[in-house]
């Protein structure tokens, strides 16, 4: 096992669980033929295929990692979209959409086969298994776009499946890898020299340190939904550890080496290592190449990034839409192929076909009890424009009266609660208006007995009646469930509302890495807590849009523990930890208020 030094940081490193198969394959050659299908319950190929499967691409120290490649039985020469993570390529992973409850409104019929996965074949997850089986789709089909005149191409990363080497994570290492791969794609005989990168989640977030890189074949990017900062977005959001997630991800990756272990790092290093954090985190102001990116409110793990690779790049070819489903769903509708042939069609083939004139910005705004808006242009995100677009930034106040009002509260008082108890605070809209956007809750809080302590807030919808609303990320039509109530709920299939947390003793701000709507977290040095100490708590609310109509309410609520989001698998669900009581402090000096933007 080499070292992985991370700016002059050694990375721990432990071993990848080795794959089904004793020693590696070797590459192969199929023709697919038109008609033909995996299986019966599979979607038929509209066209010949060649598939050459595990094809080595060298790396800049020698280490050879295998793709497969699906491309187009012609003379003729066609771009690459290439698509990189270490969950399995195509039938090499253990990771199958049949563990996802309801797969997710994606039926087998709909796709070859052929893409590559993102889900779970864990024990535990059995329970919600289908009969059929398939790969979840976090990667395009190669059915739907090597007809479009595009080779497909799945990459198992460095360490990952039969590719040499070990495992890497995030980061400078990975980008670099994945430089090279395109490099090295753009010499094969068949590629016009234009690559692409495209894909969801691992498949998105890596997009943005390859991008960095500057690769010079790389024609244009499409992060379909990414994290940005492994810190600060997933392991470590608000300052709280959360290695659930992260922990899973790492036991069911497969590999014949070792793997970069970033939950290790923080169990072992702690947050303030900020030499190797910061690697961790995007460098958006170094990708050149035109950018789609699609983004969500309904993900846990990817709507910060999303938002923030479309602010950063530097340049204005980058364009940024979010849907109101969930993203696996939406990445196989009918819809995100048009949208995302056009942008490949004009950034790998140079079709003048009018794509710049998309409007730079297209969200969807929620209803929950009635359709989404969807596709409302702007020409940035709203909450960057000036308040000529009716947008505004406006302060609900928080009453001890446990309303939100636009008048300040100025009568002294305290509301206590238990760590597990949730305080609820409410707003009835006189006429309609939508929140876009991220929200600031600024609350002035105590811990009689502790010395340090964590909040957590979401915002809620709720309906005239007063009764909180789910908004169901997979229309209904497209599940097999006559009725909501069926529906699991875990976080891919339901979306409560936005949600932010942070714990006193890590909310030291980056001033140079926060814009003047959003802070964030320094990572590099603890405030001391004393017990009863009145902490003026800022926390940040993730993105959102939600319509609320005359008569609805906004509900805020905030307690001292981990109990207001839905896991991503009940599996993954923990039950709230006992925490320290609260006390929220009104009046005087201590103004309490929810900051957004709201939208007329």
């Known amino acids: 096992m080499a070292p992985l030094i991370v700016n002059n940081i050694e990375v721990i490193q432990t071993p990848t669980i080795p794959p089904a198969w004793p020693t590696p394959k070797e590459p192969s050659r199929v023709e697919l033929s038109s008609g033909s299908q995996k299986t019966p319950e599979h979607r038929p190929l ?30 003729e020469k066609v771009p690459a979209i290439l698509m990189w993570s270490p969950y399995g390529k195509t ?88 430089h090279d791969a395109i490099e090295d794609i753009a010499k094969l005989p068949w590629c016009t020299g234009k690559v692409a990168m495209a894909g969801n989640s691992w498949l998105a977030l890596c997009q943005w ?37 992260g922990s899973m991800i790492n036991n069911v990756v497969r590999g014949r080496g070792q793997q970069e272990n970033s939950v290790e790092m923080l169990l072992k290093h702690g947050q303030g290592l900020r030499a190797y954090w910061d690697d961790k985190r995007a460098r958006m102001d170094r990708i050149e190449v ?120 100025t009568d002294t008082a305290t509301l206590g609660y238990e760590g597990t108890e949730t305080m609820v605070f409410t707003h009835t809209f006189p006429k309609s208006t939508q929140l876009l956007g991220p929200t600031k809750l600024v609350v002035h809080v105590s811990c009689p007995s502790a010395t340090d302590f964590d909040v957590y807030a979401q915002i809620r919808k709720r ?39 942070l714990r006193a003793s890590k909310r030291k701000v980056a001033p140079e890495l926060s814009p003047n709507y959003w802070q964030t977290l320094a990572h590099d040095e603890d405030i001391e807590v ?27 609520k905030i307690t001292g523990s981990d109990s207001l989001v839905l896991p991503e698998f009940e599996f993954l669900a923990e ?3 006992n925490a320290a009581g609260q006390v929220v402090h009104f009046g005087g000096e201590y103004e309490n208020y929810l900051e957004g933007h709201w939208h007329d």
């Open 46 to 75: 509209p066209c010949d295929i060649i598939l050459e499967r595990d094809q080595p691409l060298t790396l800049r120290d020698g280490t050879r990692i295998r793709v497969d490649i699906f491309r187009p039985k012609t003379d």
């Open 209 to 245: 340190y390859i991008a960095a890189e500057r690769p010079p074949h790389l024609a244009c990017i499409a992060p379909l939904e990414g994290a940005s900062d492994h810190m600060r977005e997933s392991l470590c959001r608000g300052g709280i550890p959360s290695i659930g997630f």
């Open 530 to 556: 004393k017990a009863g100490e009145i902490v003026k708590m800022e926390v940040w609310i993730w993105p959102t849009a939600i319509q609320f109509d005359a008569g609805e309410q906004l509900a805020l």
């Open 575 to 577: 039950k709230p930890k």
């Open 91 to 178: 039938d090499t992973g253990t990771l199958n959409l049949h563990a996802v409850p309801l797969r997710c409104g994606v039926p087998l019929s709909k796709l070859s086969g052929y893409e590559s996965f993102e889900g779970w074949d864990l024990p535990n997850m059995r329970p919600y298994y289908q009969t059929w089986k398939t790969d979840l789709p976090p990667r395009l089909d190669p059915a739907e776009w090597v007809p479009k005149g595009y080779a497909i191409i799945n990459a198992d990363a460095r360490g990952c499946g039969d590719s040499e080497g070990d495992m890497r994570s995030w980061g400078t290492p990975e980008g670099q890898d994945g």
């Open 290 to 409: 035109p950018a789609y990116i699609l983004g969500s409110y309904s993900t846990m793990l990817h709507t910060i990034g999303s938002f923030r690779g479309f602010e950063e790049i530097p340049h204005q070819n980058k364009w940024m839409v979010t849907h109101a489903t969930q993203e696996w769903f939406d990445l196989y509708s009918q819809e995100r192929t048009d949208d995302l042939q056009k942008f490949f069609d004009r950034y790998m083939k140079g079709i003048d076909n009018g794509w710049e004139k998309t409007s730079p910005v297209r969200l969807a705004v929620l209803g929950y009890n009635k359709p989404p808006v969807i596709d409302l242009p702007f020409d940035s995100l709203p909450w960057l424009l000036p308040s000529a677009t009716n947008t505004e930034l406006q302060r609900l106040y928080l009453g001890a009266d446990k309303t939100l009002q636009h008048s300040k509260n």
């Open 463 to 501: 309906d005239a009646s007063g009764k909180d609303l789910e908004h169901i990320n997979i229309p209904l039509e497209a599940l097999p469930v006559s009725d909501p109530k069926e529906i699991p709920s875990i976080n891919p299939l339901k979306y409560l509302g936005p949600n932010g947390k």
